[in-house]
């Protein structure tokens, strides 16, 4: 039988990981097995950290708009309710760009959101589902 000669695929993985291992902080970029621990770390914190930025960026838009909400005498929840009952549905990213590039249009939804609120609620109309 012949024999296999693994040195090159062994010097292509060690090579792909020390790669990724780049800029890391003393033996981690230049030793193989601490390079490939880092690697694996890294992947995982970069999994987990995709999720929390969403978060983060979702705290950082309900706080623009609940300033925003303070400055004209409506509580954020309030404002929310309000938008639910009026039946328009902006997602919080948006809300908080107007909030910050459009204050006009911003408070005229702060308006509709609190005539809103004073009268009685109904229910949407449901969407017909479509096959």
């Keep these: 039988m012949a024999r296999i000669k693994r040195s090159v695929a062994s ?58 909400c303070t400055s004209q005498d409506i509580a954020y929840s309030r404002f929310i309710k309000g938008l639910s009952n ?3 549905e902006l997602n919080r990213k948006l809300l908080a760009d107007l909030a910050v590039q459009a204050p006009a249009v911003f408070e005229k939804l702060v308006e509709v959101a609190k005539a809103a609120l004073s009268t009685k609620p109904t229910k949407p109309t449901k969407k017909a589902k479509s096959a």
């Design 11 to 68: 010097k292509k993985r060690k090579k792909r990981v020390l790669k990724q291992a780049k800029g890391q902080f003393g033996h981690r970029k230049s030793r193989f097995r601490q390079a490939k621990r880092s690697v694996i770390k890294g992947k995982t914190y970069a999994t987990r950290d995709r999720k929390v930025k969403k978060r983060e960026f979702r705290n950082l838009w309900i706080v623009r708009i609940k300033a925003a």
């Design 86 to 88: 009026a039946h328009i």
